[in-house]
């Protein structure tokens, strides 16, 4: 990793499943290694840092910056207030080998123009949807209304972590939305475990 990038991270790399590797700002014992707080201030972690990684890398990678919150989302009068928000980039699914079950998942164009849209996780579609098809119908974030593009296959549980409890949107509209210009982590998918030391040299 570059030097930049080493400095916004302080350090703090953790390698995550066979061929996952995940870059976090701060310290991890004050953070937790999943943790959906937003950013501290001295956070300096940025979505160009991910960029820097993917240029400089000389291996095949998937690089996705995302930032993570807490929020709650709104279908009518239902209401769940536990739900994981993360603003993300379109190959967030290969990155994390999280499948599409229904509909599609942000594109390149999405987070260009900083659109509405959403994808949800099978405990928000169980939840709020549970009698309706949520493709096309609109979901209210915190406020602020995004357009149900996608469903993704459910993750179970992680750590005490539903990661079903999840909604993804472009990352710009979530930097928007939370009012930071900083990420939460960066996923760095190797092509093998093999890779990883290599990668993250």
Known sequence: LSVSVRNAITGQIMALG??????????????GAFSNAAPSLINKLEAKHADKILNL?????????????????KAGSSSRNTTV????????????DWNVDKGRFL????INSARRVCVIGKAVENDLFKYTDPIGKYLT?????????????????????????????????AQKLFGINKISVISIKAPNADDIPDVVT
Not at 85 to 96: A, D, E, L, V
Not at 150 to 169: C, F, N, P, Y
């Open 18 to 31: 066979s061929n996952l590797v995940i870059v976090v700002p701060g310290n991890l014992e004050k953070l």
């Open 57 to 73: 890398s000389n291996f095949s990678i998937e690089v996705t910056p995302s930032l993570s919150n807490p929020g709650t989302v």
């Open 85 to 96: 928000i993360t603003g993300t980039k379109h190959n967030f699914p290969i990155t994390r």
């Open 107 to 110: 594109r390149k164009a999405d």
């Open 141 to 173: 974030v915190n406020g602020i209304k995004f357009k149900i593009i996608g469903t993704m296959e459910s993750k179970g549980q992680a750590l005490d972590l539903d990661r079903d409890d999840h909604v993804w949107i472009p990352l710009t509209s």
